[in-house]
């Protein structure tokens, strides 16, 4: 079974960056695509970035774009959300999740929530003054 936590959340300034890890265990698989979400109280989960395990890409939608990065640690079992100019409608609460094996085609592109399997308990971000 795999279990993923997150890590890294805070409070935060406008303008701020900061760095969101996910920490699997119990991952021995290598065909799978890692998504974070983020999600406000009263509203759906939102995708913001995928990994692709096979072959390292990455997709983004929405306001993740040119913003936040994805990545995976060089031990494989721990993945980043690289989040940079940071404004109040970006506080959530940020989940990572993992799909094995990853959406396929084009589907990964989308980072569609349904398409995950397991997720973390999520992290919360608050960006305030």
């Known amino acids: 079974q795999v279990y993923l936590v997150e890590s890294g959340g805070g409070l935060v300034q406008p303008g701020d960056s900061l760095r969101l890890s996910c920490t699997a265990s119990g991952l021995i698989s290598d065909d799978y695509a890692i998504g974070w979400f983020r999600q406000v109280p009263g509203k759906e989960r939102e995708g913001l970035a995928a990994f692709d395990s096979n072959d390292g890409r990455s997709w983004y939608v929405g306001s993740a774009k040119g913003r936040f990065t994805i990545s995976r640690g060089t031990t494989k079992k721990t993945f980043f959300l690289q989040m940079a100019s940071l404004w109040p409608e970006d506080s959530a609460i940020y989940y990572c999740?993992?799909?094995?094996?990853?959406?396929?085609?084009?589907?990964?592109?989308?980072?569609?929530?349904?398409?995950?399997?397991?997720w973390g308990q999520g992290t919360q971000v608050t960006v305030s003054s």
């Open positions: 999740a993992i799909s094995i094996p990853p959406p396929r085609g084009l589907a990964i592109a989308t980072v569609f929530p349904g398409d995950y399997d397991i």
